[in-house]
């Protein structure tokens, strides 16, 4: 039977389980399991009526929401495909991803409508745009959300679908250039969901909160575990410190997954104290990896509830995971090493470091991570040589330079682009990072390589310092030249009040290198 795993299942499985149970909480508002059900068969019928057929893309602009977590549903079970398009992007790079995708329908929320209609005219394969919001502020030439759903029907599409039918294109926050879209299948999704409840055994009782960004990874594996396991879930439209802990302290939240720099946030805030936060049992955390520093001075203030998490939007979520129990035991015995490590493979995943003959390297050996399994999507939409680039024999490669122990924790070293070459010298920007990120006065910083006529390239730290402090470059230099050789070193030392960031909490080191290379010329 091809049709169990998708996205159809986890609504009948809770109209039959969790029924008049909460699913979903935005605010004021709350839907019970049942309601949720009711109203993604409405909405999916009422797009259908549209015109669409199997297969058509239904593109969808808004924060995070009721309305934005139903179409995780409402458009697969209707046999349509969606396309979550992120919010904070510019009109122009809007269109960019409506024309790649091809979308028929855009529903877009009412605080974006100005953006689309900048690029309306420009967009003549969208045939249909639907507004989130009241009705008496519906744009014209807008259908409204709610006004579809109470008009259509509440049983379930006259659709088929099975598990290798496509639900998503998942486009990638754009690190390394332009986006691309994953075509994420029914079965994706569903191990999406899946897996975690494997490793975790959420219960009944527990509940989560969805603080990351459904458009992103981090949020289809928020959202997925959450409507697999029929937990309630409450929505924070956008992230705020002490909204995330006063809402943990009054729904009871016990589980959730946050981007890197939210944990930063978490640990940095100084009233966390003023919280009841003791019902949290597991908060993941994923898009960058943290210094041994900083997540055990999270476990001493939250408890060990973090587990790291290390997957891409081509894996739909996790491929490897670290465990409570692993910190547990890395406490007990004194091993801080395991704090830099993102795990082992996650449930019905594989990953591997390789070397450049694409065999399994010995143990401290860097070389390039591959991964495979349920959670790995078909490739990239319309982009069949790129695809070819990275997808191979059944394997992804992320193009992450990895090591692994000899117990299996896989050690991310760096991105494998990201790798500078001074002197004949390999030196990974990950290390040099972690060194920095120990000196008091640094809160954030970037080590790329630009170009040198002497050396190839030079080892470059871009620095923004911690509130303000005003320090010599050479302070850096002589703290990094404790810990790490000479040619690691950095030769260039440059200070900025901001990093360029990706919405996965990374920085995007190509646009930093781009527009200092520009700035040299």
């Known amino acids: 039977m091809k049709n169990i795993c998708t996205l159809r299942t986890f609504l009948t499985r809770n109209l039959e389980y969790n029924s008049e149970k909460t699913a979903l909480i935005e605010g004021e508002r709350q839907y019970s399991f049942r309601d949720f059900a009711d109203r993604a068969n409405r909405m999916g019928n009422a797009l259908l009526s549209l015109g669409v057929n199997k297969g058509d893309r239904v593109a969808v602009l808004s924060h995070n929401s009721i309305e934005c977590a139903e179409c995780y549903f409402n458009i697969p079970n209707a046999g349509l495909i969606l396309v979550m398009i ?3 992007l510019a009109a122009g790079e809007i269109k960019t991803i409506l024309e790649d995708s091809g979308a028929a329908v855009l529903i877009v929320d009412k605080k974006y409508v100005d953006s689309v209609e900048q690029i309306r005219d420009k967009l003549p394969e969208v045939r249909h745009f639907v507004f989130i919001g009241e009705k008496s502020a519906l744009p014209k030439g807008y259908l409204h959300y709610e006004s579809m759903i109470d008009g259509a029907s509440s049983s379930f599409p006259e659709i088929s679908l099975e598990e290798d039918d496509l639900a998503a294109l998942i486009y990638t926050s754009g690190t390394t250039g332009a986006p691309k879209g994953c075509m994420a299948t029914h079965r994706n999704l569903y191990h999406a969901g899946r897996s975690l409840n494997i490793v975790l055994n959420l219960g ?10 459904l458009f992103h990874a981090t949020g289809i ?13 409450v929505i924070m439209p956008q992230w705020d410190v002490a909204e995330f802990l006063r809402l943990v302290e009054t729904y009871r939240v016990s589980t959730g997954m946050i981007a890197t720099p939210m944990l930063l946030f ?13 019902s949290l049992k597991y908060i993941f955390f994923a898009g960058a990896p943290v210094t041994p520093v900083i ?27 670290l465990m409570p129990g692993d910190v547990e035991r890395a406490l007990e015995t004194g091993n801080d090493e395991i704090f830099s490590s993102c795990g082992r493979s ?6 591997m470091v390789v070397d450049d003959a694409d065999q399994p390297v010995t143990p401290g050996v860097v070389g390039e991570i591959k991964v495979r399994g349920l959670g790995t999507t078909l490739g990239y939409w319309n982009k069949k040589e790129m695809t070819g680039e990275v997808y191979r024999n059944g394997w992804y490669y992320p193009l992450d330079l990895c090591r692994v122990d ?19 010298e390999n030196v990974y920007p990950a290390e040099v990072e972690n060194v920095l990120y120990k000196h008091p006065n640094v809160r954030q910083v970037s080590v790329i390589g630009l170009p040198d006529p002497k050396w190839g390239e030079v080892v470059t730290a871009v620095v923004v310092p911690k509130n303000g402090a005003d320090f010599d470059p050479d302070e850096l230099r002589d703290f990094c030249r404790k810990e790490i050789a000479g040619y690691k070193t950095p030769k260039k030392v440059i200070f900025m009040e901001s990093l360029p960031m990706g919405t996965s909490g990374k920085i995007l080191k190509y646009r930093l290198r781009d527009d200092l290379i520009k700035q040299i010329q």
């Open 221 to 233: 594996s928020c959202i997925m575990p959450a409507v697999y396991a029929g937990l309630t879930s």
């Open 204 to 213: 009944e009782k527990d509940v989560e909160i969805i603080a990351s960004p």
């Open 346 to 351: 996650s449930p019905d995943m594989e990953s």
């Open 266 to 278: 978490l640990v940095d805030y100084p009233d966390v104290s003023k919280y009841d936060v003791s």
């Open 406 to 424: 000899d117990r299996g924790y896989i050690y991310v070293v760096d991105r494998k682009k990201d790798m500078i070459i001074t002197g004949g």
């Open 86 to 88: 992120n919010f904070r």
């Open 295 to 321: 997540y055990k001075k999270a476990i001493e203030i939250f408890g060990n509830v973090f587990i790291h998490l290390f997957g891409t939007s081509e894996t739909v979520g996790h491929t490897a995971i």
